[in-house]
């Protein structure tokens, strides 16, 4: 059975940096990627997806994801942080329709 | 566009009470999910409905957990009686057809806390 993990619970970040949230899949082959994200009270947002192809993945609200194989990894990042982007951050996998969560990584950004 | 309208936004019971969660997808797509959020963790999956049928329900509890989609749109998710584990938030996808992968889009929720 698949797995995701998201090694960090929580990660405090100041307004301006970069950010990355790690992500590390567990799985046969290469599944489906996504990452959402969950503000405080709103359902789960998709900000980026991979299903073949470049591995460098431009989603919404200035964010990126690569792909590594060779590290079953699915990373997302950003260069500069806006206090906006405080919220849960979810990497998910699905070999088919179903989606596997991680366990999320909540984001606090710091003025 | 509408998204994924579900109601109520919050619930308060006490436990052993009955309580139901109402969805309402996206309009023309045939699958609805519901999946289960519990504090500090991503959601999982409970049912998954293509059209009026239940295509995947092998992790919903179906001792004191039920569902069903009537007509192929809105679905409603139903626990009776509820226990103090369930608080948790119920969350509702759908997606529709055409690709290899059909995105799932959510709802915000119901925020379900059982006293």
């Known amino acids: 059975a698949q797995s995701v993990t998201q090694p960090d619970i929580h990660i405090t970040v100041s307004e301006g940096a970069s950010l990355e949230l790690r992500c590390n899949y567990s799985?046969?082959?290469?599944?489906?990627l996504f990452w959402y994200v969950q503000s405080p009270g709103q359902g789960l947002q998709l900000l980026l997806k991979?299903?073949?192809?470049?591995?460098l993945v431009q989603g919404i609200k200035g964010f990126e994801a690569e792909f590594k194989r060779s590290q079953s990894s699915f990373n997302l990042r950003k260069p500069s942080v806006h206090w906006s982007d405080a919220a849960e951050y979810f990497c998910a996998v699905a070999p088919d329709y179903k989606l596997s969560f991680g366990a999320g990584t909540t984001v606090t950004v710091r003025a | 566009e509408a998204g994924v309208v579900q109601s109520p936004r919050y619930k308060i019971i006490e436990k052993k009470q009955p309580v139901a969660f109402w969805c309402n997808p996206i309009?023309?797509?045939?699958?609805l999910y519901w999946y289960l959020q519990n504090l500090g963790q991503g959601p999982e999956l409970l049912i998954r409905?293509?059209?009026?049928?239940?295509?995947?329900d092998s992790q919903l509890p179906k001792d004191r957990f039920s569902a069903e989609r009537l007509k192929g749109v809105d679905s409603t998710l139903k626990i009776q009686p509820a226990e103090l584990g369930d608080s948790a938030v119920y969350l509702c996808?759908?997606?529709?057809?055409?690709?290899?992968?059909?995105?799932?889009?959510f709802g915000p929720g119901t925020r379900l806390t059982v006293l």
């Open positions: 309009s023309g797509h045939n699958t």
């Open positions: 991979y299903f073949s192809g470049d591995t």
């Open positions: 996808a759908s997606s529709g057809r055409g690709s290899s992968y059909n995105e799932q889009f």
């Open positions: 409905y293509e059209n009026e049928e239940a295509v995947d």
């Open positions: 799985y046969g082959a290469t599944p489906y």
